[in-house]
């Protein structure tokens, strides 16, 4: 086989990966459809049936009693009944308390369910994009080990004829296939265990398809109104509530009552009609409810500062991001460089080659500096679809910061363009 060819078959064409528009994606009916999020949704929906319970009054509390006198020999025997009515009246301001907590009772759990979408999502979008960096570093790893495979069966037509008497170079050749292979299979294992994870957390069977990759772009990111600050705003609604029941836990528990009494004799009926207003002593209680109060306003602003917290970790994966994909572009700009250098020193060498075509060494040796060169363009594209892995996984993250109310209904129309995809 003459040098020429052979470095024809061994040529790599280096593509660059432009920025694709990501498919429509059923990502987020997929996170919807998951058991965690079912029993997410049941909580939201309890929650709402206990807020329709919330600020009660009491119910009114009836009480008969009946007694006999029996008198001594001068005395006179007398029967009597007594019935009262009597109702439990809340405390001043605990009513409004009560619904304000149940309020954000629900506020919490669809905050939660947010949470636990937005969570899902992003490990789901983050396995995906692992599996489908792992299927184009596969890609490309299979089609070196062809043209490994091409130059062995060369090097074995060169040694057959007595053009190549040294076999160094193809124990050389050996050992790199080997490399492949073992690097190869590792890469096929890693997209296949990303796939398994995904398909766990969706609750899915293990043949069944996985939706496409589809992240959310920095712009619709809004900090104000992501889940995880949604999640700190119930919360701090929640504590406010509980400040209010604290402070209304110390004022006094007041009843008022109507008793209605009668004694029957000989005589006649002797009837009593009397008002009753009973009040506790509420010097206990206010203690209590001092403590209540610095609790609350305690686990206020811890809420508060869970939303500042939030709001920073928001800013810092936007800007992760930003970072990855500017990385991601400079990879795909230097790799049209670098293969631009490698097809001249391909051509030089082709060249070299042609014009000591015979020489058996010489041969070999322009044999094996190809090989070189298609390793470092098959790493030159390595690089690229690891950069993009990585500016996915970034965009995947943003999933935990979308808005809630998006995560709440996921929306039916399809996504923006994504500004990068993989293309080995």
């Known amino acids: 086989m003459k040098l020429r060819s052979l470095a024809t078959t061994l040529a790599v064409l280096v593509s660059t990966a432009a920025a694709q528009p990501e498919a429509s994606s059923d990502l987020l009916a997929a996170v919807a459809r998951a058991p965690v999020l079912e029993a997410a949704r049941k909580r939201i929906d309890a929650a709402s049936v206990r807020a329709g319970s919330a600020g009660r009054i009491a119910d009114p509390e009836v009480e008969a009693m009946g007694s006999r006198v029996n008198a001594d020999a001068m005395g006179e025997n007398r029967d009597m009944w007594e019935l009262s009515v009597r109702q439990p009246l ?92 073992l690097t190869l299979e590792e890469t096929q294992r890693t997209a296949a265990d990303a796939r398994a994870g995904a398909r766990a957390r969706l609750a899915l069977a293990p043949d069944a398809p996985l939706p496409a990759f589809a992240a959310p772009l920095t712009v619709e990111i809004n900090p104000t109104d992501a889940a995880t600050v949604a999640q700190a705003t119930a919360r701090i609604a929640a504590a406010s509530a509980m400040g209010k029941m604290a402070r209304a836990s110390a004022h006094p528990m007041t009843s008022v009552g109507l008793r209605f009494e009668r004694e029957r004799s000989s005589m006649g009926n002797q009837d009593t009609v009397g008002l009753a207003l009973s009040s506790e002593i509420p010097w206990r209680s206010r203690q209590y409810a001092r403590a209540d109060v610095r609790a609350a306003e305690a686990d206020r602003a811890a809420a508060q500062a869970d939303a500042s917290a939030a709001r920073h970790r928001i800013a810092s994966t936007i800007s992760r991001v930003e970072r990855a994909e500017r990385v991601a572009a400079t990879a795909r700009r230097l790799a049209a460089e670098t293969q631009r250098r490698l097809d001249a020193e391909h051509d030089a060498l082709t060249r070299a080659a042609s014009a000591n075509a015979t020489g058996g060494m010489g041969a070999e040796s322009a044999v094996l500096h190809a090989i070189d060169i298609l390793d470092k363009a098959t790493e030159t594209q390595l690089q690229i679809v690891d950069a993009e892995t990585t500016a996915r996984a970034a965009r995947a993250e943003l999933w935990r910061f979308v808005s809630a109310s998006r995560l709440l209904s996921p929306p039916s129309r399809p996504q923006p363009p994504a500004p990068s995809g993989i293309q080995p």
């Open 90 to 181: 809340p405390r001043r301001g605990e009513r409004a308390a009560d619904r304000d907590r149940a309020v954000a009772a629900v506020a919490m759990a669809e905050a939660e369910f947010a949470m636990i979408a937005g969570e899902l999502a992003a490990d789901v979008a983050l396995a995906i994009a692992e599996a489908e960096g792992a299927d184009a570093r596969a890609r490309l790893l299979e089609t070196q080990l062809g043209r490994m495979q091409a130059v062995i069966q060369a090097l074995d037509s060169r040694i057959a004829a007595g053009l190549s008497p040294r076999i160094a170079g193809r124990l050389n050749v050996q050992t790199r296939i080997a490399a492949l292979q």
